[in-house]
């Protein structure tokens, strides 16, 4: 059983900076899509970043040039290097293969 590995989450200032990691070993890293999605109290799941095997990277709106995903194939690991936080980044953040398996979540919170 695939078992992703995030790490990176924690309590930082707004405008700084985190970078999440997650691991994935055990599966066809290099030729899996990847993703980190969020989920905030109260709200639905939403996808952060995504990035394919081609390296191709597909952002949501509210993260679009503050966060950068990347994917290190070699290593079996995708990254989410966050910067200029902000409280309403605020969540569980997911790593994903997607579309089926995912991670148990690393809390990133954001203080005024």
């Known amino acids: 059983q695939v078992r992703l590995v995030e790490s990176g989450g924690g309590l930082v200032q707004a405008g700084g900076s985190l970078r999440l990691s997650c691991a994935a070993p055990?599966?066809?890293?290099?030729?899996?899509?990847m993703g980190w999605y969020r989920q905030a109290p109260g709200e639905q799941r939403e996808m952060v970043a995504t990035?394919?095997?081609?390296?191709?990277?597909n952002y949501a709106d509210s993260v679009r040039g503050r966060f950068t995903i990347s994917r290190d194939n070699a290593n079996t690991t995708v990254y989410l290097q966050m910067n200029s936080l902000k409280p309403e980044d605020t969540a569980v953040y997911y790593c994903?293969?997607?579309?089926?398996?995912w991670g148990q979540g690393t809390q990133v919170t954001v203080s005024s």
């Open positions: 055990g599966i066809i890293f290099s030729l899996s899509t």
């Open positions: 990035i394919r095997s081609s390296g191709t990277t």
């Open positions: 994903a293969v997607l579309p089926t398996i």
